[in-house]
């Protein structure tokens, strides 16, 4: 048996993240929401933009659960000039901080777009991690600007998380726990393959996603199923935030990474 780090987080800030949080809370877990000043039509992963979720929600939100930045118009931070990046980043970070009244340190990149010059602007402006999508990891990475995560909640089509399983070039021990995983066609049957194995050899689970995905592929029974099964092998103890994951590894071999074990 080794121990496993649980957590998640939700991208976008959009209103039903308060469903997603209700769900966390009644099976106990912790969790992170990357929060946009708003999404424009055209310029986030749901094309019809949608309006972010308001200031007394944000601080309900925010009493519960860790909350991170995700730019000021969820923007992709590589494909626009770095002084914009900046503004981004910088401008993201101050409005979140000022409807939460507190610092804001976690960040996510929109798109999971990032590079070596994005993630020193998200250094400099006073973020102490950033997450990523890059999937199918079971650590924490080795840079806290480059947090990677194990599976999106989303039925991605197997062929698909072949492709990346494939081109990830991740370490054997990585190969062993996702290997099980990805031959499962049905996202909670998938799920629970990925925590099956940690819970056998110890790491971090992190599976992410957008809460109006889960809506728009009617997943929320899945969501139910899987925290609840989840809520039954990982203790209390072990449920952690994404900052706690950033900042915490140290204190066990098993949540650094598998190349470095
Ligand atoms: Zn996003």
Redesign the pocket.
């Known amino acids: 048996m080794g121990k496993v780090l649980f957590t998640t987080s939700w ?2 800030g959009h209103a039903l993240d308060l469903r997603v949080a209700e769900l966390l809370a009644k099976h106990g877990f912790k969790g992170t929401f ?1 929060i ?1 000043g708003r ?1 424009a039509p055209g310029g ?2 749901n094309p019809e933009g949608f309006p972010v979720i308001d200031t007394s929600e944000l601080r309900a939100l925010d009493s519960a659960f860790e909350l991170g930045s ?1 730019t000021l118009d ?1 923007s992709y931070l590589d494909a626009v000039p770095p002084e914009e990046a900046r503004r981004q980043v910088e401008a993201g970070k101050q409005w979140l901080e000022d409807q939460l009244g507190r610092p804001v340190e976690g960040f ?1 990149y ?2 999971g777009h990032h590079n070596a010059a994005v993630r020193q602007i998200v250094r400099e402006a006073g973020f102490r991690y950033a997450r990523t999508t890059e999937e199918l990891h079971h650590d924490v990475g080795s840079d806290p600007y480059r947090i990677p995560v194990a599976l999106q909640f989303y039925p991605r089509a197997l062929k698909g998380i072949v492709k990346t399983f494939i081109k990830g070039a991740h370490p054997w021990q990585e190969r062993r726990v996702f290997g099980a995983a990805i031959t499962r066609q049905e996202l909670g049957a998938r799920l629970r393959a990925v925590l099956d194995r940690l819970v056998e050899k110890g790491g971090v689970f992190h599976f992410w996603g ?1 809460s109006w995905e889960v809506e728009k592929f009617g997943g929320w029974t899945v969501l139910d199923a899987f925290l609840r099964y989840a809520a039954e092998r990982v203790p209390p103890e072990d449920r952690v935030t994404t900052m706690d994951l950033a900042h915490k590894p140290e204190e066990s071999a098993d949540w650094r990474p598998a190349a470095a074990a």
Do not use: E, Q, R, Y
């Open positions: 991208d976008d990357f946009p999404v986030a992963c995700h969820h996510c929109p798109g957008h």
